[in-house]
């Protein structure tokens, strides 16, 4: 249960938007996706 | 890797400012369904919550977060609104109760997995990373 696959969240959305594009087909474009890493100041 | 979150409320902040940053996706091209939204589309496949608060907070306007319970309860409504399209969802949440999930929440996304077969993970966002709270 506690293991750490990712890095961070925008790695996780980001794996997570891009592996529906092969399983449900949407478009490409999901795969251009930038998500820019915050941090805090 | 050292986590820049050093405190829980840096935590919250990400996930908050995180959240903002989704919005401008999302409200685009609606490929994706999220919650707190800064405005309801169609149905998608694909649902993302962000849980940026304590556990039990409520929804906070001003802020566009809010906590768990709040956040679990909205895709709970998504998930019955959206059946028969909904098909992934992924909560990310800056706080974790593990004797009220299974108390209260995960009889009923056990239930929406099995009987519509879904999908929902959920991670918590702590200071030192991200953890797979459901499935396990």
């Known amino acids: 249960m506690n293991n750490t696959f990712f890095h961070s969240i925008e790695d996780l959305v980001a794996d997570f938007l891009a592996s529906n594009v092969v399983d449900i087909g949407l478009g490409l474009e999901t795969r251009a996706i930038k998500l820019t890493k915050w941090s805090p100041s | ?18 959240t903002e940053q989704l919005n401008s996706f999302s409200g ?62 992924l909560i990310i949440t800056a706080d974790w109760n593990n004797h009220k999930f299974e108390e209260f929440y995960k009889p009923i996304i056990d239930s929406y997995c099995l009987r519509f077969d879904t999908e929902v993970q959920i991670y918590e966002q702590s200071t030192r990373g991200l953890w797979l709270r459901y499935p396990y």
């Open chain 2, 1 to 18: 890797m050292e986590s820049e979150l050093k405190s829980q409320k840096d935590v919250m902040n990400h996930l908050i400012q995180f």
């Open chain 2, 28 to 89: 685009s091209n609606q490929q994706f369904n999220l919650f707190p939204a800064s405005q309801t589309g169609p149905c998608s496949s694909l649902l993302i919550c962000i849980a940026s608060l304590g556990f039990d907070s409520k929804f906070y306007p001003s802020k566009n977060a809010a906590g768990f319970k709040y956040v679990i309860l909205k895709a709970i409504n998504t998930w019955l609104n959206c059946v028969g399209t909904n098909k992934k969802s």
